[in-house]
C-alpha cells in the first residue's frame, strides 16, 4: 500500500492514477472540500482518504504502508501565515521523516525550485552547499527549511528511510491543476484568455536588464514529473535531493506563442504591470541543472514547452470534460 500526501492535488493525482494502473493500493492524504477537487480522483478511487489532520493518529495505528509519496503542502507563493506554512510545510514533513525512518518505509518529497530564489546561487541541486540559498518568499523558505533539516539528518548519520528523495519541481503544468484557483499553471491561464478571445496578458519585467516577456522559467509537463516518479519507485538504491525540471528555460513569451499556435489564436500578446505584492519576490529566471538525476540514472527525454502546451489544450483543456 502506498501513501500520497496531497494525494487530490495537482501531481498529487497523476501520480495516483499512475500507481493505480499499475495495481497499487493508495491512502490519499488531502481534502476534498467543495471546489470540484474530487474530479481529480474521480475514475481512480483510492483505497481510502484521510484528513491531514488525522494523519498522524493514522500513522499511530502502523498500517502496512511500503511507500510514502509526501506531496501535499501550502504552495502559494503568495502564502503570508508563517505558523501555518512553517506547520504544515516543514513540522508535518518532520513527522513523516520520523516516522519512515523509524519503520523502514521509503519516502520521497516533493521540494521547490523556489528555494532557489532569484537563481544568483544558481540551481545546483543536491544537499552540499544549501545554505547559501536565498528563497524570495515564505512558501520557497519553508521548503528550503525542511531540506536542511534533511541535510543535517543525513550529515549526522542520524535514521533516515531505507530511501528518501527530495525533488525540487520547477514550473509544472498540466491536467488535474483545475482546483487550485489563481495558482494554475501559466499556460491555462493563457488558455484560458486565449478562448475568450482575449490576448494573452504577460507581466512587463521588474528588472531593467531583463525585457518583457523574456523571463524564463523551466516548465515541465506532469506526466514527465510522474514518471521521474515512477522510476524512483522501480529504483530504491537512489536517495538525494534532485531538479525535476527539463534543463532548459523558456520564455514566457515563447509559452504565450505555443498557446496561441494550439488554440488556433493569433499570436499577440499584450503586457500589464506585475502586481506590487510580486515585485521583488519574482523569478525571473530558473533552469533545473539535471546532471545528477541524469548521473543516477534517469535516461528518458523530457517533453517539449511546445509539444506538452500542444496535449495539454488537444487532449484536455478543449474537450467537455478536462478530468483525467
Known amino acids: 500500500m502506498i501513501l500520497i500526501t496531497g494525494g487530490a492535488g495537482f501531481i498529487g ?7 493505480a494502473a499499475r495495481g497499487h493500493e493508495t491512502i490519499v492524504v488531502d481534502r476534498l472540500r467543495s471546489d470540484g477537487k474530487w474530479h481529480n480522483l474521480a475514475h481512480h478511487p483510492p483505497t481510502a482518504i484521510v ?13 502496512p ?9 501550502i504552495s502559494a507563493t503568495t502564502a503570508t501565515d508563517g505558523d501555518l506554512v512553517w506547520h504544515t510545510n516543514v513540522g508535518l514533513s518532520q513527522e513523516l521523516w520520523k516516522w519512515c525512518s523509524s519503520l523502514g518505509v521509503r519516502m520521497i518529497y516533493a521540494s521547490s525550485a523556489a528555494t532557489y530564489g532569484a537563481g544568483a546561487q544558481g540551481f545546483e541541486d543536491g544537499l552540499d552547499d544549501l545554505g547559501n540559498l536565498r528563497p524570495l518568499n515564505l512558501y520557497g523558505w519553508s521548503k528550503h527549511a525542511f531540506d536542511l533539516s534533511v541535510a ?13 528523495v527530495g525533488l525540487k519541481f520547477f514550473n509544472v503544468y498540466g491536467p488535474n491543476e483545475y482546483h487550485k484557483g489563481s495558482q494554475v499553471s501559466v499556460v491555462k491561464v493563457k488558455y484560458d484568455e486565449v478562448r475568450r478571445g482575449q490576448a494573452p496578458r ?3 519585467s521588474d528588472r531593467p536588464d531583463v525585457a ?5 522559467r523551466d516548465f515541465i509537463w506532469v506526466g514527465d514529473v510522474v514518471d521521474v516518479l515512477l522510476w524512483l519507485q522501480d529504483t530504491p538504491g537512489v536517495s538525494g535531493l534532485f531538479n525535476v525540471g527539463t534543463g532548459q528555460a523558456r520564455s514566457y513569451r515563447d509559452l504565450a506563442h505555443a498557446v496561441c499556435r494550439a488554440g488556433g489564436a493569433k499570436e499577440d500578446i499584450e503586457f500589464i504591470d506585475m502586481p506590487a505584492n510580486l515585485r521583488g519576490q519574482y523569478q525571473s529566471f530558473t533552469e533545473a541543472r539535471m546532471d545528477r538525476l541524469r548521473a543516477a540514472g534517469y535516461t528518458k527525454p523530457f517533453t517539449s514547452l511546445e ?10 483543456l478543449a474537450m467537455p470534460d478536462p478530468y483525467v
Open 152 to 164: 543535517r539528518a543525513v550529515a549526522g548519520r542520524r535514521k533516515r528511510p531505507p530511501q528518501w
Open 212 to 216: 518583457d516577456g523574456e523571463q524564463k
Open 202 to 204: 504577460l507581466f512587463r
Open 13 to 19: 493525482s497523476n501520480l495516483h492514477a499512475a500507481l
Open 51 to 63: 484528513a491531514p489532520e488525522e494523519l498522524q493518529n493514522f500513522l499511530a495505528l502502523q498500517p
Open 65 to 73: 504502508i511500503e511507500m510514502v509519496f509526501h506531496l501535499g503542502a
Open 307 to 316: 509539444d506538452g502546451i500542444n496535449r495539454y489544450i488537444t487532449e484536455y
